[in-house]
């Protein structure tokens, strides 16, 4: 496997470009691990017994971003 370089790219540039990347893969084809399948059973397990308990992922996310900037 050949080694492509980046030098001549802005740090920026190379994040725009590891974004670009990241959007391009297909995320329903990407395999889960044994521990993180078993991980996801157990949390959807412990959302059908409390159904109402938790928060809202962006709710989460703004109280992160408020406190973290």
């Known amino acids: 496997m050949s080694t492509l370089d980046f030098s001549h790219l ?9 974004e670009e990347l990241w959007d391009s893969i297909d995320r ?4 889960l691990t044994e521990a993180q399948a078993i991980e996801v059973d157990r949390r959807l397990a412990q959302l059908d017994k409390r159904p109402g308990e938790g928060r809202d ?13």
């Open 28 to 31: 329903d084809r990407l395999p």
């Open 57 to 69: 992922a962006f709710e989460a996310l703004a109280d992160l971003r408020k406190r973290f900037g």
């Open 10 to 18: 802005s740090t920026q540039e190379r994040l725009i470009l590891i």
